[in-house]
């Protein structure tokens, strides 16, 4: 099992910055992919961004490539997104997920835990 909480979501301005935090307990954090997913209302959830077990290698939506950025500390077995520039197009709950196959995947399928998510909105 894996317990996820996410933390850091607020209402910012067009073109401010958020730090958004996912602490994990649980299983040994180190062995799982990471990702950061989005839904916005009425919308169908969305990757965002997704780390591999070491922290070595990164993936982003187009949407918010040179915007956010995706890393982790295994050692104190936090996961953040530092998002950027931000706009009001990236108004929603956003969502911390583990995926045991340790494959940094843009699917929602291949992410076994989920945290309860934390809203960002962004006011134009």
């Known amino acids: 099992q894996v317990q996820l909480v996410e933390s850091g979501g607020g209402l910012v301005q067009a073109g401010d910055s958020l730090r958004l935090s996912c602490a994990a307990s649980g299983r040994t954090f180190s062995s799982d992919a990471m990702g950061w997913f989005r839904q916005a209302p009425g919308k169908e959830r969305e990757f965002v961004a997704a780390i591999t077990r070491s922290g070595g290698t990164t993936y982003y939506a187009d949407s918010v490539k040179g915007r956010f950025t995706i890393s982790r500390d295994n050692g104190k077995k936090m996961v953040y997104l530092q998002m950027n520039s931000l706009k009001p197009e990236d108004t929603a709950v956003y969502y911390c997920?583990?995926?045991?196959?340790?494959?940094?995947?843009?699917?929602?399928?291949?992410?076994?835990?989920w945290g309860q998510g934390t809203q960002v909105t962004v006011s134009s």
């Open positions: 997920a583990a995926a045991m196959t340790g494959w940094p995947s843009r699917m929602l399928d291949d992410y076994t835990y």
